[in-house]
């Protein structure tokens, strides 16, 4: 028989993976807000040819983040 505090946690495998999950998702939302921050501190950023590629990992490491974030919560989501 399980008691009441082994049905509201999160299994181990899956609490290690919702943590890394999250870990990984704050790290590519702040890398993603912090690139295009560093385009405007460069020199040729004003040149859309030179900033498209930058940006476009930017978009890529927010879209990502957010993702692995709402993974992470899923992973992390408490069963009462």
């Excluded at 495998?13 to 295009?36: D, F, H, K």
């Excluded at 590629?53 to 993974?71: H, K, Q």
Aim: proline share 2%; charged share 10%.
């Amino acid at each position: 028989m399980s008691s009441k505090s082994d049905n509201t946690r999160a299994h181990g495998e899956l609490q290690v993976l919702g943590m890394v999950l999250l870990s990984m998702g704050l790290y590519a939302i702040v890398l993603g807000l912090t690139v295009p921050l560093a385009l405007l501190s460069w020199p040729g950023a004003g040149s859309i040819d030179a900033s498209l590629d930058f940006l476009l990992l930017a978009v890529i490491l927010l879209v990502g983040g957010i993702l692995m974030l709402l993974v992470s919560l899923f992973c992390l989501k408490v069963h009462w």
